[in-house]
């Protein structure tokens, strides 16, 4: 069926590394931009990054800026999020999404989510 | 980017109708049509109920409608029914060329 599935979260310590996955299935990964939304925990939503379908740009909150990297494989599917540098407030549950409209510009609409995963950012 | 401004909470009855209020400014949701809402229940993803401003994507309740006047985005929702209880956002495209969202509104169906 139509889903996104994200992994890759857990705890790990300020300055360390993690990166997200988000395997895509029952629709055609290829023909859409897909972005990385967070929501600390009790807060709002806050968009993170969008790659375009073909990954020729790519998008990203300042809050994050020089610290994540976004990218896709369509080969496999698959879209990440390598998040270098890693802060307390970067502590969230990530969700992937994918964008309304296939091809073009990103439509900043997210049709599509998945359950999301946990990142703590703890010592 | 400040988020769009929602109050923290609505509640209404059963078969009443509500209106959750999202206002920004003129370099967001008064200055482009790409204003979304999204519903989240407890635990769960979002769901995008309204985009552009006023279109229900297939298979959300037409008793979901969306407005805007101004710098202020509106999501009413009519018939209340249980099931509505939930965490309600908006969004709107902005000029720094990505997305705000709001800080979220609880609806409590009484």
């Known amino acids: 069926q139509v889903q996104l599935v994200e992994s890759g979260g857990g705890v790990v310590q300020p300055g360390g590394s993690l990166r997200l996955s988000c395997a895509a299935s029952?629709?055609?990964?290829?023909?859409?931009?897909m972005h990385w939304v967070r929501q600390a925990p009790g807060k709002g939503l806050e968009w993170v990054a969008f790659i375009r379908y073909d990954g020729s740009n790519k998008y990203y909150a300042d809050s994050v800026k020089g610290r994540f990297t976004i990218s896709r494989d369509n080969s496999k599917n698959t879209l990440y999020l390598q998040m270098n540098s890693l802060r307390a407030e970067d502590t969230a549950v990530y969700y992937c999404?994918?964008?309304?409209?296939?091809?073009?510009?990103?439509?900043?609409?997210?049709?599509?989510w998945g359950r999301g995963t946990l990142v703590t950012v703890s010592s | 980017q400040s988020a769009l401004t929602q109050p923290a909470s609505v509640s209404g009855s059963p078969g009443q109708s509500i209106t959750i209020s999202c206002t920004g400014t003129s370099s967001d949701v008064g200055g482009y049509n790409y204003v979304s809402w999204y519903q989240q229940h407890p635990g769960k993803a979002p769901k995008l109920m309204i985009y552009d401003v006023s279109n229900r994507p297939s298979g959300v309740s037409n008793r979901f409608s969306g407005s805007k006047s101004g710098n202020t985005a509106s999501l009413t929702i009519s018939g209340l029914q249980a099931e509505d209880e939930a965490d309600y956002y908006c969004?709107?495209?902005?000029?720094?060329?990505?997305?705000?969202f709001g800080g979220g509104t609880k609806l409590t169906v009484l």
């Open positions: 999404a994918k964008d309304k409209y296939s091809y073009g510009p990103p439509s900043w609409y997210f049709d599509l």
């Open positions: 969004s709107s495209y902005t000029s720094s060329s990505h997305v705000v």
């Open positions: 029952g629709f055609t990964f290829s023909s859409y931009g």
